[in-house]
C-alpha cells in the first residue's frame, strides 16, 4: 500500500521553505508567518493529470531539523523524485543541499532530483542578496544531471511548474506494470479459451 | 569566576524552611476525625486502567513513592506545626544511580556572591528583568555547554553555565553529588542525568521534590526527540557536542512543558484531565477507532485528544502507557502549530514506555471541522499509509454516528463552574482518581479567573500536595486557613481531593462540603473520568 502513485519527497535545510512550497503546490496558499518547524514528516497527495495520464502525486514534506537527518532515509526510501531545496540567501543551505543529493546517489539510484532554489521573491525585491550565482548553481546541477528551478512560494512563481516538470517527467512502473500483467493475464486467459474451443 | 571553597558550604538541612510561610500565614486546626463523615468513593474503576496508575511522585523511578497506601484507615486530621514538614526536602533524591549512594544532603551557599559576582560580566543576567524571574531552569552538559535556558538565551550566560558546571563538577570531584543550595529567598537544584545537568534557581515556594519533579519532566522531553541510547551515544562520542543543533525546534517543546509545569495541575497530579463525554457516547467513539484499526498489527496506541484532554486511549492489550508519557504527547500535540496543516508521521520516544527507541506517531487531526487530535503510535516504520486509511475510516464512521458533533460539544463547552454542584462554600477543587491517573476540577471562578488568581490557587494546592505527600510524613488529611482561603486536602486509597473553600468557612461546613464534592463526583452520568481500559 502506498496511498499514491508516485512518491515525492522534499528535502532541505530547516526553514529553506519545504512545508511553504508544498502549501502553495497543494492548497495554492501563502502565510506569511514565523517559521513553524516540521514535525517528522508531513503528508499530502494531490491528483495530477501530465501527458494524457492522471495519477495521485503523494508528497513528503520532511523536517529540515538535524535531529531528524539520521532518520531521512525513512521519508526518502523508494522516492520517484526529489525537490532538494536550499534557501537562495543562504549559503549553508546549499551546501547541505548537496550533502542530501550525495546521499540520495548513494541510496535511491533511480530517484530524479531537482534542485530548488527557494524565496526568489526576497531577492528579486532586494531584501537580501542571493549567496551562490544562478550560473555556478546551474552548472553543478547540470554535473549531477539534476533540473534546476527558483520558486518563490510567496509569489507562486515556478512552483506549479516545478511539480507539472516532475509529473511529466515520472515513469509509473507500479501502475503500468499492474496493467501490462492486466493485459497479460487477459491474453493468457483468451488463449486458454480459445484452445479449449 | 568567581571560587568556591569548601568553606562557603554549610549543611543547612537542619534549618531549612521551606515552607515557613504557609506556616506563619496559615491557621492551623486540630479537628475531630471527619473521616466518618466522609464517602468512601472512587469513580468505578475497571480491574485494569488504560493508564498506569500513579500516585503523586512516581512518576519518575527514583521519586518519593507517596506513603498513602500504608496509610493506617483512621489518622486523624494532622496539626501542621513549624517544623513537622521541613523535611521533605531531603527527599532530593539523587536520581543518578551511578553516584545515588555517594551523594550529600543539603548544601547552601553563605556568601550569595558567587554567584553574584558573575552577574557584573553578563549583560543579560543584570538585566533586572532576568533577574526578577521567579523561576530559571537551565540546562548544560556536564562539560559546561549550554542547552537551554528557559528566559534568556542561553548564549548570553555562558559564564553562568560555567559557574553551575563548576559547582557541579567540584562537589562532584569528592564522590558526591550537589542537590541545592539554600539562600534567603532563593533556591538552586541540581539534576544530573548522564551527561546533562538540570538546574533551577527559584523562588517560589515550590518543594525540592516538586522542582525535582519539573526537572525530570523537562529531561524526559529531550530523551523523548532523541531517544536515551541517543544522547548517551552523542556524548560518549564527543563530550564537548553542542546538544542544541539536535534540539533546534524542540526548545519550544520545553518553553511549552514549563509554561503548563507552572500553569497547570495536571503534571503536579501526575494524572490527565478527560474530556467530558457520556459513557455510551465514549464507548461508540472507542469502538469506532477499534473497529477500524483492529486489521492492524503492531499498533500499540491510539490515542485521541482535545483542547488538551483525552477523548480516548486504546491500546494493545498487555501495554500501558504511562501517565508522564502522556503528558509529553499531549505536550507534542499543543505546541506543535504544525500537525494542523498536514498529516504527519513523526518518531516520538516515550521514556516511561522504552527510554532507547522510537515510535512511530501517525498524528492528525480529525476534521477542519472537529479539532480533536488523533494519534496512532506503532513500532512499524512502514507503517503509515495503513494508519492514513485507518484514520479516513475512523472519521467517516464517526461523522456518520454523528459523533464528531459529539466532540465538537464537548470541546465548546466552557466546562462546569463550581457553582453548579450545590456547594456554596468550595471555591475551586481538584478531585484525581489515582488508579485511572486522571483528574477533574471545575472552572476556576472568581477570585481564580484572573492571571493571579490562578496562579495563587495553584500555589495553593501546590503547598496542599507538597505537604500531604512529603515522604517523611506524608498525611491523609490537611486543613489550612489563611486570610485569603482555606484549604483541605484528603488522600485515600482511591483518590486525592484538594479543596480551596473561602477563608472563614467552618470546619463542619467544609466537611459537608467535601462530602457533596465526592458525591458529586460519584454520580457516572458526568462522564468525567474513562473507567475502562479499552484494547484492539
Ligand atoms: N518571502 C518568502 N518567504 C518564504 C518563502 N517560503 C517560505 N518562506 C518563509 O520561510 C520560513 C520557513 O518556511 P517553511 O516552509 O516553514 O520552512 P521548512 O523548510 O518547511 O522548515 P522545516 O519544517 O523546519 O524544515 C517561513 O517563515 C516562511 O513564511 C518564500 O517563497 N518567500
Ligand atoms: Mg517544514
Known amino acids: 500500500m502506498s496511498g499514491a502513485d508516485f512518491k515525492v519527497v522534499l528535502l532541505g535545510t530547516e526553514a529553506v ?13 501563502f502565510h506569511p508567518r514565523p517559521h513553524i518547524n516540521t514535525i517528522g514528516a508531513a503528508f499530502a497527495s494531490k491528483s495530477v493529470s501530465s501527458r494524457g495520464r492522471q495519477f495521485v502525486m503523494g508528497i513528503w514534506d520532511t523536517a529540515g531539523s538535524e535531529r ?35 546521499e540520495l546517489r548513494n541510496h535511491e539510484e533511480d530517484c530524479k532530483i531537482y534542485l530548488c532554489g527557494t524565496k526568489k521573491d526576497v531577492i528579486e525585491d532586494g531584501t537580501k542578496a542571493r549567496a551562490i550565482s544562478h550560473e555556478k548553481v546551474l552548472q553543478f546541477s547540470k554535473g549531477i544531471g539534476a533540473v534546476y528551478i527558483e520558486t518563490s512560494s510567496k509569489t507562486g512563481e515556478s512552483v506549479v511548474e516545478l511539480f507539472q516538470l516532475i509529473a511529466d517527467n515520472c515513469e509509473l512502473p507500479s501502475a503500468k506494470g499492474k496493467e501490462e500483467s492486466v493485459k497479460l493475464q487477459l491474453s493468457k486467459k483468451s488463449e486458454t479459451c480459445c484452445s479449449a474451443s | 569566576m568567581a571560587v568556591i571553597c569548601p568553606h562557603d558550604v554549610v549543611n543547612m538541612a537542619s534549618t531549612m524552611k521551606s515552607n515557613e510561610d504557609l506556616d506563619e500565614s496559615g491557621e492551623n486546626h486540630e479537628g475531630k476525625h471527619p473521616e466518618g463523615n466522609l464517602l468512601h468513593f472512587e469513580p468505578e474503576v475497571a480491574v485494569e486502567s488504560m493508564l498506569v496508575p500513579t500516585d503523586s511522585f512516581e512518576s519518575f523511578e527514583q ?67 532576568w533577574r526578577s524571574q521567579e523561576k530559571h531552569i537551565f540546562i548544560l552538559s ?84 532523541l531517544t536515551l541510547e541517543q544522547l548517551t551515544r552523542i556524548f560518549e562520542q564527543r563530550r564537548n ?26 503534571l503536579l497530579l501526575g494524572a490527565v484531565q478527560c474530556l467530558p463525554l457520556v459513557s455510551t457516547t465514549r464507548d461508540a467513539i472507542t469502538n469506532v477507532i477499534v473497529s477500524s484499526c483492529n486489521k492492524i498489527k503492531k499498533l500499540v496506541f491510539a490515542i485521541l485528544v482535545g483542547g488538551n484532554q483525552l477523548v480516548t486511549l486504546i491500546r494493545m492489550k498487555n501495554f500501558f502507557l504511562h501517565p508522564a508519557d502522556l503528558h509529553l504527547i499531549l505536550n507534542l500535540v499543543n505546541s506543535s502549530e504544525s500537525f494542523k496543516a498536514a498529516e504527519s508521521w513523526t518518531p516520538i520516544c516515550l521514556p516511561k514506555f522504552s527510554s532507547d527507541g522510537f515510535l512511530h506517531a501517525h498524528v492528525s487531526y480529525l476534521a477542519e471541522d472537529c479539532q480533536a487530535c488523533l494519534l496512532l503510535l506503532t513500532v512499524d516504520p512502514d507503517l503509515f499509509f495503513p494508519l492514513s486509511e485507518a484514520k479516513q475510516k475512523i472519521v467517516e464512521k464517526l461523522r456518520r454516528a454523528s459523533l464528531l458533533q459529539s466532540i465538537n460539544a464537548a470541546l465548546a463547552h466552557t466546562g462546569t463552574p463550581v457553582s453548579q454542584l450545590g456547594v456554596p462554600e468550595a471555591r475551586h477543587f481538584l478531585y484525581k482518581c489515582k488508579a485511572t491517573a486522571q483528574f477533574w476540577g471545575p472552572v476556576p471562578a472568581p477570585p481564580y479567573q484572573t492571571t493571579e488568581g490562578a496562579k495563587r490557587l495553584l500555589d495553593q494546592y501546590r503547598v496542599l500536595h507538597h505537604r500531604l505527600h512529603a515522604p517523611a510524613q506524608p498525611l491523609k488529611l490537611l486543613y489550612l486557613q489563611d486570610n485569603a482561603e482555606t484549604m483541605l486536602g484528603w488522600v485515600t486509597t482511591g483518590f486525592e481531593l484538594y479543596v480551596a473553600f473561602e477563608p472563614l468557612v467552618t470546619k463542619a461546613n467544609a466537611i459537608g462540603a467535601v462530602n457533596k464534592i465526592v458525591r458529586w463526583i460519584k454520580k457516572d452520568d458526568n462522564g468525567l473520568f474513562i473507567t475502562n481500559a479499552p484494547t484492539f
Open chain 1, 68 to 102: 531528524y537527518y539520521a532518520m531521512s532515509q525513512l521519508y526518502y526510501r523508494d522516492a520517484k523524485a526529489a525537490v532538494v531545496c536550499f534557501d537562495l540567501s543562504e549559503r549553508v543551505t546549499f551546501d547541505r543541499a548537496k550533502q542530501w543529493i550525495i
Open chain 2, 142 to 225: 556536564s562539560a559546561g555547554k549550554p542547552i537551554y535556558s528557559r528566559h534568556g538565551s542561553e548564549d548570553k550566560l555562558v559564564t553562568l553555565f560555567g559557574v553551575m558546571q563548576a559547582l557541579v563538577s567540584f562537589i562532584g570531584d569528592d564522590g558526591d553529588t550537589i542537590r541545592s543550595i539554600h539562600t534567603q529567598g532563593t533556591s538552586f537544584l541540581f539534576l544530573i542525568k548522564g551527561p546533562i545537568i538540570l538546574a533551577c534557581v527559584y523562588k517560589s515556594r515550590e518543594s525540592v521534590a516538586q522542582i525535582t519533579v519539573q526537572l525530570n519532566y523537562v529531561y524526559s522531553q529531550i530523551v523523548s526527540v
Open chain 2, 241 to 266: 557536542y553542542d546538544l542544541r543543533r539536535l534540539l533546534a525546534g524542540a526548545e519550544r517543546l520545553i518553553d511549552h512543558l514549563l509554561i503548563a509545569l507552572e500553569t497547570q495541575p495536571a
Open chain 1, 17 to 29: 521553505g519545504k512545508t511553504s512550497l508544498m502549501k502553495r503546490y497543494v492548497q495554492d496558499r
Open chain 2, 63 to 129: 521519586e518519593a513513592p507517596a506513603g498513602s497506601a500504608s496509610l493506617q484507615p483512621d489518622s486523624n486530621l494532622l496539626k501542621c506545626q513549624n517544623t513537622e514538614e521541613n523535611t521533605p526536602d531531603k527527599v532530593a533524591r539523587d536520581t543518578d544511580t551511578n553516584v545515588a549512594s555517594r551523594s550529600i544532603s543539603e548544601l547552601s551557599l553563605v556568601s550569595e556572591e558567587c554567584i553574584e559576582h558573575q552577574h557584573v560580566e553578563e549583560e543579560l543576567s543584570n538585566s533586572k528583568e
